[in-house]
C-alpha cells in the first residue's frame, strides 16, 4: 500500500458540531452548504413571518445567507449559537426592506399566540375568524421589538435563552418583556372589545 498517494478524506459534515462547522465553513463551501441546509428552514420561516410574501421571504433569505457566506470569515465564536448571527442578519435586511419599500409591515403570526393568549385549543380560534382578526390588528399595533419577540417565540419556537441571544438583552429582560407584550395584548384586545359593546348598544338605542 503507498501511503502517500492516499486522498484525504473531507470530514463529515452532516454529524459535525456548530463551532467546528462553522470554523470549516470559512474557507469550504461544502461547508457552508451544511450550515445552509441546517438553517434555511427557520430563517426562511422568520422571514416569510415578517414579509408575509412567498417572493419576498425567498428573496430575503437568499440574501441572508450570500451576506453570511461573504462575511462568515469575520465571525467569531463568543458562545453565542451560530443561527443568532443568522438572524441578526435576517432581521436587519427585513428592517431594511420595510423601509425602503415603506410598508407597513404585515406579520401572520399562527395559532400558537391565540392559543397563549386565551388558552384554549388553536383550532377553536382558527374558527373565528373575526376574533382572529382582532388579535392580528392587536398585534401589529405592537412596538417592532415585541412583534420580533412573539415571531421568535411563537413561530421559530425559541426558547427564551435563545432569543436573548438574538435581540441582544438578557433572559430576563425577555422573560419581562415578554410578560409586558402579553398584557399590553390583553389591554388591547379588552378595549376593543368594549368599544364594539358601546358601539353595538348605540346602535340599537337609534333603532328603537
Known sequence: MNIFNRKSQKPNYKTMDEPELVQHAKTDRDAFGELYERYVKKIYNYVYYRTSNQHDAEDLTARVFYR??????????????????????????????????????????????????????????????????????????????????????????????????????????????YHRTLIALRDDLRMQAI??????TQNQRKEE
Open 68 to 177: 453570511a457566506m461573504s462575511h462568515i470569515g469575520n465571525y467569531e465564536d463568543k458562545g453565542v449559537p451560530f443561527q443568532a448571527w443568522l438572524y441578526r442578519i435576517a432581521h436587519n435586511l427585513v428592517a431594511n426592506f420595510h423601509r425602503d419599500k415603506s410598508r407597513r409591515k404585515i406579520i401572520a403570526l399562527d395559532d400558537f399566540v391565540a392559543a397563549a393568549l386565551y388558552g384554549d385549543s388553536p383550532d377553536k380560534h382558527a374558527e373565528d375568524n373575526e376574533e382572529r382578526k382582532q388579535l392580528m390588528d392587536a398585534i401589529r399595533r405592537l412596538p417592532e421589538e415585541r412583534q420580533q419577540l412573539l415571531i421568535l417565540k411563537f413561530v421559530e419556537h425559541l426558547s427564551n435563552a435563545e432569543i436573548g441571544h438574538i435581540m441582544e438583552r438578557t433572559e430576563g429582560a425577555i422573560k419581562s418583556l
Open 195 to 200: 368599544s364594539h359593546t358601546l358601539t353595538d
